[in-house]
């Protein structure tokens, strides 16, 4: 499974950035759909997640400004990020899970996109 991740960039802080993410493959069915990021320095941490039922969940730093969606195409997820703040510059991955055509599991990493939130 192949991932395209796109959307980041330099932002002032209380700025808004939107990612996207596509996955291409050999892809049966998508379970979930979720954005980590890694800034320097520091652990890898879930920042918000999305179930093919539609059910989310988002760490306790982002909530009421991140939102996660799915585009019209199951393999497209989407991460709305408002009011941007300094401790938000990291690298986002995206991670999808799922099956494959073979009815494999999958759970792919992409190489990222950086979001640096500066003035």
């Known amino acids: 499974v192949q991932l395209q991740a796109s959307g980041g960039g330099l932002v002032q802080p209380g700025g808004s950035l939107r990612l996207s993410c596509v996955a291409a493959?050999?892809?049966?069915?998508?379970?979930?759909m979720a954005w980590y990021r890694q800034a320097p320095g520091k652990q890898r941490e879930l920042v918000a997640a999305i179930t093919s039922g539609g059910s989310t969940n988002y760490a306790e730093s982002v909530k009421g400004r991140f939102a996660i969606s799915r585009g019209s195409a199951e393999n497209t997820v989407y991460l709305q990020m408002n009011s941007l703040k300094p401790e938000d510059t990291a690298v986002y991955y995206c991670?999808?899970?799922?099956?494959?055509?073979?009815?494999?599991?999958?759970?792919?990493w992409g190489q990222g996109t950086l979001v640096t939130v500066s003035s």
């Open positions: 991670n999808p899970e799922g099956l494959t055509t073979t009815q494999l599991p999958f759970s792919s």
């Open positions: 493959g050999s892809i049966f069915r998508i379970n979930r």
